[in-house]
């Protein structure tokens, strides 16, 4: 399977990392890209250090995490800027909702935007993971909108029904929510019912 992974600027890079680690360990080839604002919160939540560059926060991010590629913001040769490559599934996450609104607006200022668009123009499936409370009326109506589309929106709000005793427990909730929607088998969090 070939994943587009796109980090933008919304907090919950923890979710990012971890779903990063899922995919990969699922054999899957993920291209992933990061915004500008979503280096600045990888910085800060995983590392602690808001000033910390972007080749250096990339680079710890994928360091021993097999069948990555990091590709630019504004690299439009990738395969993920096109509809004519095969990309199997597209996550954003966490999806900011600057980012949100952009992919509504059919706007493309970078490749994170444009591997949505992609997705939708092409009926693949996109999965969109916001993490953002209050949500306000325009957010709302930019999300309706994506789902209309053909997104899936899955947001970071973890249930508790799996007994959660760890921070690492609440994220692993959302990416098996994730990986769920790529039809990417996942043993995270287990079943209802098991």
Same mark, same amino acid.
């Given at each position: 399977?070939?994943?587009?992974?796109?980090? /933008?600027? $919304? #907090?919950? *890079?923890?979710? =990012?990392?971890?779903? &990063?680690?899922?995919?990969? %360990? @699922?054999? !899957?080839?993920?291209?992933?890209?990061?915004?500008?604002?979503?280096?600045?919160?990888?910085?800060?939540?995983?590392?602690?250090?808001?000033?910390?560059?972007?080749?250096?926060?990339?680079?710890?991010?994928?360091?021993?995490?097999?069948?990555?590629?990091?590709?630019?913001?504004?690299?439009?040769?990738?395969?993920?800027?096109?509809?004519?490559?095969?990309?199997?599934?597209?996550?954003?996450?966490?999806?900011?909702?600057? /980012?949100? $609104? #952009?992919? *509504?607006?059919? =706007?493309?200022?970078? &490749?994170?935007?444009?591997? %949505? @668009?992609? !997705?939708?123009?092409?009926?693949?499936?996109?999965?969109?993971?916001?993490?953002?409370?209050?949500?306000?009326?325009?957010?709302?109506?930019?999300?309706?909108?994506?789902?209309?589309?053909?997104?899936?929106?899955?947001?970071?709000?973890?249930?508790?029904?799996?007994?959660?005793?760890?921070?690492?427990?609440?994220?692993?909730?959302?990416?098996?929510?994730?990986?769920?929607?790529?039809?990417?088998?996942?043993?995270?969090?287990?079943?209802?019912?098991?």
């Amino acid at each position: 399977m070939k994943v587009f992974l796109g980090i /933008t600027g $919304a #907090s919950g *890079a923890p979710y =990012a990392a971890r779903l &990063l680690q899922a995919l990969s %360990a @699922s054999g !899957a080839e993920i291209g992933v890209c990061i915004s500008d604002a979503g280096v600045q919160v990888c910085a800060t939540e995983l590392y602690g250090d808001i000033a910390l560059p972007r080749d250096e926060v990339t680079a710890r991010l994928v360091e021993g995490i097999d069948g990555v590629e990091v590709v630019g913001l504004r690299d439009y040769t990738t395969p993920y800027a096109s509809g004519s490559a095969r990309i199997d599934g597209y996550v954003i996450c966490p999806c900011s909702m600057s /980012t949100a $609104a #952009s992919i *509504a607006a059919g =706007a493309m200022a970078n &490749l994170v935007h444009r591997a %949505a @668009s992609v !997705a939708i123009k092409e009926e693949r499936k996109l999965v969109l993971v916001p993490r953002e409370t209050p949500l306000s009326t325009i957010h709302l109506e930019n999300l309706l909108r994506l789902r209309r589309a053909g997104a899936t929106v899955v947001m970071a709000a973890p249930g508790f029904y799996h007994a959660p005793q760890t921070v690492d427990d609440l994220v692993n909730f959302v990416v098996a929510r994730c990986l769920d929607q790529l039809g990417i088998d996942q043993t995270l969090v287990s079943r209802w019912g098991q």
